[in-house]
Structure formats: C-alpha cells, structure tokens
Nanobody
Framework: VQLQASGGGLVQAGGSLRLSCVAS??????MGWFRQAPGKERQFVTG???????YYAESVKGRYTISRENAKNTVYLQIDSLKPEDTAVYYC?????????????????WGQGTQVTVSS
C-alpha cells in the first residue's frame, strides 16, 4: 500500500484546509492522521475505520473532521478555525488491524507528509 498525502499549505489563523490521502492497493484499513511539529513527537490527530467510525484527539475535537470515500481510496481531513499551534507536518497512515489506535507504531503504512503552516 502506498499513501499520498496532499492539501497542505500556508494559511492565516481562522482559515480552513482540507487534506487528502490517496491509497493505492487495498483500502481495507483503518486510516489515521498524525502530525509532527518541529522538535515534538508525532501526535495522533484522528482515525477512521472502514465503516466510518471515527475517533479524535481531545485537542482537535470540534475543528477537525475525518472522512473517507472508499470508492476513491481516499481519506480526507477537514481542518477549520486553524490556529498557529496546528502548524506541523501532517501524515496519513494505514493500519491492517480493525481498530483505531492512537499509537503511531501501530500503523503499518505511511504517507510522505504534507506541511501545514498557520500564520497569526
């Protein structure tokens, strides 16, 4: 499985972005988004099962929305009301096991990351 993330960019605080992650090959996976800011550990953001069940990190609830289109092998991350502290490289990941995990080491495949920079 190869994952290709896109949609990052430079936006002003309060703006929105939609990140996309296209998967090649089988899509029967749990999909997750993580982020990593400079000098910090990779952090779980949100995950979605194949059936559409979702889970969010407490810090992003209400502003982040994950969704998926299985027919397009694509997972989306809508980010609204962006804050400077959202600045990070965002990674999509796929997990063969059927449950969402908040631990990055539980994911089997990773995309290359897309940079999100929020200016104040």
């Amino acid at each position: 499985v190869q994952l290709q993330a896109s949609g990052g960019g430079l936006v002003q605080a309060g703006g929105s972005l939609r990140l996309s992650c296209v998967a090649s090959g089988s899509t029967s996976y749990v999909m997750g988004w993580f982020r990593q800011a400079p000098g910090k550990e990779r952090q779980f953001v949100t995950g979605i099962t194949r059936s559409g069940s979702t889970y969010y990190a407490e810090s992003v609830k209400g502003r982040y929305t994950i969704s998926r289109e299985n027919a397009k092998n694509t997972v989306y991350l809508q980010i609204d009301s962006l804050k400077p502290e959202d600045t990070a490289v965002y990674y999509c990941a796929a997990r063969r096991a059927p449950l969402i995990s908040i631990m990055w080491m539980d994911y089997d495949y990773w995309g290359q990351g897309t940079q999100v920079t929020v200016s104040s």
